[in-house]
């Protein structure tokens, strides 16, 4: 394409020095399309941008900045607020075709008026950044760094969004078996000052996780990295190698134990009461006793439990990855085969556990189930299960960690729903036990 050189000198100081400084002739423009090259030549002519169109866009906005045409970045500045933000319906696919024009301008030419103005256009129309961005990290193995670098651009100042991703991704992705190189990076970019002083609760709840998730590592680029981003919620300046001896002496003391002696220091307290701290309460009883009624459940058994005002306790003395306890409750007046309800715990990491309430029968895919909340990270758990005909609470360690309300579901729910939750209200018959921990679980049976 033929061009007047001191036209496009006098535009751009770059192709001026490549014209009459090192006197080139001609430039090579096989980076760009041929109608991107075409508009950015007329613009060069007639100051305007009147061929701009969005699919040519990204590499006429590369070549005003490549080239350093000042006028040229602002109109094309403008053409991204009055065209390419101007979503219909707010569509994810015309959301997400801004974004990605922003993420490459940022990554590629260090733009950032363009992630800027993609990010308050967002917040001003009310786009849900938190489902917009755990879209745009899916398949978060693969994501690209730039696209990391966006998420974070997105969330700013909501940064549980990243880290309620983080948390998914090593759950139920990695399975908790360790970190990637796209985990870890993350780590690395996170604001972690701004996330604990914003979101203290879930920040701290993501720092457990991924310190548990650390001490089963070797690596010691994953172990500095993990230490970084936890180093001012370690209590002590504690180091992540020293949380691995504490634990792995526990585990040893754990297993040096016969299997009923696990039960030997339980505190037979009300653990509805606030406490501070249950490990250091007096022992009242030996739970050999077998007039208490304790059950160490074999795994994969089940056991039928009499009904006492269905305030269930029982005792974790460890974790157990992927292992479930689980409460079939069987309800009076129902009737036929909805006379069963079933509430299941599943441990994840030592203070990740997660939840799922509903009929008897096989559960949905664990993946999807939702998280208890502020699980106490201590090796001894002591729980305390109640069912009331308006909510079911679980309490660990003196911590509410589920009050699920039951007359809130049925109000909200459509009306084929509200009998399956309006029965979940009954008084209880009875209640089958189950679970798949193997050694670390004691359950109270009233006398």
């Known amino acids: ?69 000042s006028w040229l970045t ?8 009055s065209d390419i933000m101007n979503f219909e319906d707010d569509s994810y696919e015309d959301i997400l075709f801004a974004c990605e024009i922003a993420s490459r301008a940022h990554y590629h030419l260090n733009q950032t008026k363009l992630v800027n103005c993609f990010v308050k256009t967002i917040a001003a129309r009310g786009v849900d950044k938190g489902i917009f961005v755990t879209r745009y990290l899916a398949g978060f193995a693969s994501v690209p760094k730039r696209k990391i670098d966006m998420a974070l651009m997105i969330a700013r100042d909501s940064l549980d969004i990243i880290g309620n991703c983080l948390m998914a991704y090593l759950s139920f992705v990695l399975e908790c078996k360790s970190f990637d190189e796209n985990s870890l990076y993350l780590l690395q970019k996170l604001n972690t000052q701004n996330f604990r002083n914003t979101f203290p609760v879930k920040f701290k709840q993501l720092t457990n996780f991924v310190v548990s998730l650390s001490l089963q590592s070797d690596c010691a680029e994953e172990t500095a990295i993990v230490e970084n981003f936890v180093k001012d919620n370690v209590q002590a300046n504690e180091s992540i190698n020293d949380l691995k001896e504490k634990q792995e002496s526990a585990v040893k003391t754990l297993e040096s134990k016969d299997t009923y002696n696990y039960g030997a220091d339980y505190c037979n307290i009300d653990l509805n009461a606030e406490t501070e701290n249950l490990t250091h309460k007096t022992s009242a009883t030996n739970t050999d006793d077998p007039q208490l009624g304790w059950i160490m459940p074999i795994s994969s058994s089940s056991s039928s439990l009499s ?6 306790r029982l005792k974790t003395t460890g974790y157990e990855r992927e292992k479930k306890i689980r409460f079939d409750f069987i309800l009076s007046g129902v009737g036929g085969s909805e006379h069963r309800r079933c509430f299941i715990m599943e441990c994840r990491t030592l203070d990740l556990w997660r939840y799922y309430i509903s009929r008897y029968g096989s559960p949905l895919e664990s993946a999807s189930w939702p998280y208890l909340e502020n699980v106490p990270s201590v090796q001894v758990k002591h729980w305390t299960i109640t069912k009331t005909s308006v909510n079911l609470t679980v309490v660990c360690n003196g911590v509410t960690v589920l009050n699920f309300n039951f007359l809130s579901k049925i109000m909200n729910s459509k009306a084929d729903e509200r009998q399956f939750w309006f029965n979940w209200s009954k008084s209880c018959v009875s209640i089958k036990f189950e679970a798949t921990f193997e050694k670390s679980l004691l359950l109270e049976k009233r006398r």
């Open 1 to 69: 394409m033929r061009t007047n050189s001191m036209i496009m000198s006098l535009n751009s100081p770059v192709i001026e020095n490549l014209t009459t400084d090192l006197a080139q002739t001609s430039l090579e423009m096989d980076d760009f399309t041929r109608p991107a090259v075409a508009c950015f030549v007329e613009a060069m002519y007639t100051g305007e941008v009147d061929k701009l169109e969005k699919d040519i866009f990204e590499d006429v906005n590369k070549m005003a900045h490549v080239f350093d045409v």
């Open 74 to 81: 602002k109109k094309c500045l403008k053409f991204y607020k």
């Open 307 to 312: 009904e006492d005002g269905f305030l269930l």
